[in-house]
């Protein structure tokens, strides 16, 4: 099986390719997954159809590519949980495979993955690359865009970039969920997500690229007053977001969507809530706080 990575996205050529002639479940050599490492370095996102893998063989694929996260952003309490602390479970399920009630706090607080973000920017180190199988997918809706946050930092006009360039953003979940009038934290919540500091501009060190690093996670900008904060926030936010920048990907099951949080920011699109949408995902952490790495 020779390996293959074609750009699929008709607006731009070096964002999304899909990769074939692999079977992740049965492992890859060190050289494959530096190709994909290469690969996702030019493209940001990369699309595997047809991996049928369980959680083991997509954890272990993942570790190639970094230290493991655990899924501490997830809302469950400990015993309700239906994966492993090695698995986000980005599904609409409960443990025992029965579909959340509507005002169920963990579906209330997963709609957060509506909102355009990036992994784990609410964690002092955030997310490197997130891994997102597709097990079971409802009958429609349920895409996942992505916005390109390399070609938005490249289109923004020079006074605006120079601005962007020193400053500091806070980052919460507390922040996102805010948005949506979710704020029933409970005291532990609140502590394990106090804010974090990252970069609003970010050099991508496999590519020498500047992006513009934002999330729903942040809420506002070191220095800055917070209602000043926010606006420029949105305003970048729907300037990263127009659809030249952004890709919808419509799922099949089995797909395997790789992305590289530090170049794209993405979104889940709404679907019928009452179909089972069972999405498991591995994240990668990035090596050190935005703060912490050369610009
Ligand atoms: C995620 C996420 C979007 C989706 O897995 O991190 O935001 O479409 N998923 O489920
Ligand atoms: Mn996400």
Redesign the pocket.
């Known amino acids: 099986m020779a390996l293959s990575i074609r750009p699929i996205n008709p607006k731009r050529d070096d964002f999304v390719a899909e990769v074939t002639g692999l079977d992740i479940a049965a492992g890859v050599s060190k050289a494959v997954a530096e190709e994909i490492e290469d690969a996702i370095n030019r493209y940001a996102v990369l699309v595997f159809p047809e991996q049928r893998v369980n959680d083991d063989q997509q954890y272990v694929f993942s570790t190639h590519f970094g230290p493991m996260e655990t899924a501490t952003g997830d809302i469950a309490a400990q015993g309700d949980r239906r994966l492993s602390m090695d698995i986000?479970d980005?599904s609409n399920l409960d443990k025992n495979g029965q579909v959340l009630q509507r005002d169920d706090r963990r579906r209330l607080f997963g709609l957060g993955?509506m909102l355009w973000?990036t992994?784990s920017s609410f964690k002092a180190t955030p997310a490197k690359f997130?891994l997102?199988s597709a097990r079971t997918i409802p009958g429609e809706g349920?895409?996942?865009e992505f916005a390109d946050m390399r070609a938005a930092w490249d289109d923004l006009d020079p006074k605006t970039q120079a601005d962007l360039m020193p400053l500091v953003a806070e980052h919460s979940q507390l922040y996102s969920r805010g948005l949506l009038g979710f704020d029933q934290f409970t005291d532990e919540e609140r502590a394990k997500w106090a804010p974090v500091p990252q970069r609003m501009v970010r050099r991508h060190p496999g590519s020498g690229r500047l992006s513009v690093f934002l999330a729903s996670h942040a809420g506002t900008i070191q220095g800055w007053p917070i209602p000043e904060a926010r606006m420029f926030i949105r305003d970048l936010t729907e300037h990263a977001t127009q659809r030249e920048y952004t890709y919808a990907h419509r799922w099949r099951q089995y797909d395997l969507v790789m992305w590289d949080n530090r170049a794209v920011m993405?979104?889940?699109?709404r679907y019928d809530h009452t179909q089972p949408?069972d999405?498991h995902?591995t994240t990668v952490a990035d090596c050190a706080p935005t703060l912490e790495q050369p610009l």
């Not at 993405?266 to 699109?269: E, Q, V």
């Open positions: 986000n980005i993955n973000h992994d997130s997102l349920g895409n996942t993405h979104r889940a699109r949408r999405m995902r």
